[in-house]
């Protein structure tokens, strides 16, 4: 029914990267205690100089990326590479996944759904998605598109989410930049979108497994909903042991919760964002996390200027498309590295093929059956069927509602199971277990 390649197969170099830098990392892994926490970072970031006086900022508050590109020159220089990955030859994935629009029918997703484009087109592809061309949406919908928004809402308040996407769109110019990271300070981290605070809890043993540099990746690259009656973004959890597939999905049991209900059978479902802090740090962690690295580590590498100043690239690429990631930072263990890299590509890259075939494989056979199952609920439903409202027809809801989620968990992180593949395969086999048994019932 649904032959075609993984919607990202543009971007599978990304599915190399966790991968790749196993092999060139884990023999230089920093101290853990006994619980596998690492008590230093391999690898030190350089930090910026601080500037005397900050730059004049815009109406919002927020210095601009094109202001401080003359205070720093190569982090700028890097930054603007992101444009090189824009809003040309992208996939629609309503067409690459045919059922997708059985999936989310009734939802703003099956109006619109492309490939992902880079940072730098947040604001752009927001403004021209059909999800809010063709349907109202509210300001919420701005959240991490533009730290303009982000500036606001700290400003001015919560409240600021529940106004229009329309009201406010048109007046925000710039797209994920400094702001976002640093708020107006180079030389500091910071995670800006105040509702992600909550994300880790009180425990600071939570804060240790998920280092600021990867909360301020994590801050947008999360799981998150909006508050029925306030609007605000917010997590599913509390504290790292809370951010599995298990305990988020019976987070939005016990609140009763649900994004929109199925057009076709009015099943309340969930539609997952995209969960790649969750994936990496959720539970018992990814190989890489427990030793030390964060996100920062592997998707913006060290660089040397002309002059001999050491930087990090502000890029967001694959490690294995750095070279000087993979010069400058792997080889600080890994002396003969340089002479092993090409090696270490074509090896890590035949293994994460396969990984990411199988896959493939899954994310289509349980999309298409979970399409039939629909279907075959659909039917059921409109003829009357054997099943009462109030208990049949609830359990096949719950039947779709669960293996959605567990299905869209997977399809919408980003880095097609590199991330944590033991993880990844589990959910798939949630997923299509579920299904399994409901078509089983409608038999």
């Not at 604001?123 to 928004?149: H, S, Y």
């Not at 599995?244 to 939005?252: C, M």
């Not at 100043?309 to 890029?315: E, G, I, L």
């Amino acid at each position: 029914m649904m032959k075609v390649k993984r919607r990202k197969a543009a971007l599978w170099v990304s599915v190399v990267c966790v991968f790749g830098l196993v092999c060139g990392l884990a023999a230089c892994a920093p101290n853990a205690d006994k619980a596998g926490r690492a008590d230093q970072k391999a690898t030190d970031k350089p930090i910026a100089q601080k500037v005397e006086t900050t730059p004049a900022t815009d109406s919002y508050g927020v210095v601009d990326a094109d202001t401080w590109k003359d205070y720093y020159p190569n982090q700028y220089a890097t930054y603007e590479e992101n444009n090189e990955n824009g809003t040309e030859g992208k996939h629609d994935y309503l067409k690459l996944y045919p059922a997708l629009n059985t999936m989310y029918k009734g939802y703003a997703f099956a109006l619109g759904y492309d490939e992902a484009h880079g940072h730098t087109y947040s604001l752009e592809t927001v403004k021209n998605t059909p999800r809010t061309v063709k349907k109202d949406q509210l300001a919420n919908c701005i959240t991490c598109k533009t730290p303009q928004f982000t500036a606001m809402v700290n400003s001015e308040g919560d409240e600021v989410y529940a106004k229009t996407f329309k009201e406010l769109i048109n007046d925000f110019t710039e797209p994920i930049s400094c702001y976002n990271c640093h708020e107006n300070d180079p030389t500091q981290l910071k995670v800006t979108n105040k509702f992600y605070l909550a994300s880790l809890g009180e425990d600071v043993e939570n804060y240790a497994k998920a280092p600021l540099e990867s909360q301020v990746c994590g801050q947008c690259h999360n799981e998150y909903y909006f508050d029925s009656k306030t609007k605000v973004p917010a997590n599913p959890y509390s504290g790292t042991d809370a951010m599995t597939p298990d305990a988020i999905l019976a987070y939005y049991d016990n609140l009763n919760f649900s994004d929109w209900n199925h057009a076709d059978t009015m099943a309340p479902m969930i539609k997952v964002q995209h969960p790649e802090f969750e994936t990496i740090y959720g539970g018992d962690s990814m190989r890489m996390a427990k030793i030390g690295y964060t996100c920062s580590d592997c998707h913006m590498g060290t660089q040397k200027a002309s002059d001999g100043t050491m930087y990090s690239s502000h890029n967001w690429i694959s490690p294995l498309e750095n070279d000087e990631l993979i010069n400058n930072d792997c080889a600080r263990c890994h002396a003969d590295l340089k002479s092993e890299v090409a090696g270490i590509q074509a090896k890590e890259e035949q293994r994460v093929t396969s990984i990411s075939e199988k896959i493939e494989d899954m994310t289509n056979r349980i999309a298409d059956k979970y399409a039939d199952e629909i279907a075959q609920l659909k039917e059921t439903k409109s003829a009357g069927g054997t099943m009462s409202p109030s208990e049949g027809l609830a359990k096949m809801w719950k039947y779709q509602r669960d293996a959605q989620f567990y299905w869209d968990f997977v399809m919408v992180e980003n880095s097609e199971g590199a991330h944590n593949p033991t993880l990844t395969f589990d959910t798939l086999d949630k997923a299509e277990n579920l299904v399994d048994e409901a078509l089983a019932l409608l038999a």
